[in-house]
């Protein structure tokens, strides 16, 4: 969600919102909240950034991790928002719980 609560897609910003994983695509050309979204709450997997320096692992299970884009985490705080918290890191990728209104302060 950005600043004033619409959902958009994720990306590296600060002061948005992780609402859940959407379940849809929408497309809104009318006025801002024209349109609704589908979102779950819950645990996804997402792509581990390419950045090595910034690569998530082991050492950040339940910590918080950050958006990269809307389907890649970063361990990177700088200029981002909480994504939501590590729960695994494998080769398939990034396990992390989202949506349940997990805070930490800003960075950057």
Known sequence: ??????????KKAAGLTAAGRAEETVENTGADGAVLIRVTRGVFVFANTATTSNKITAAHVLKPCYMEDDQTVTSLATGASVAGLVTRVDDS?????IGY????????
């Not at 990728?93 to 719980?97: I, N």
């Not at 209104?101 to 950057?108: D, K, N, R, W």
């Open 1 to 10: 969600l950005d600043a004033n609560g619409y959902a958009i897609p994720g």
């Open 101 to 108: 209104g997990l805070t930490v302060a800003a960075s950057g």
């Open 93 to 97: 990728g990034v396990a992390v719980e």
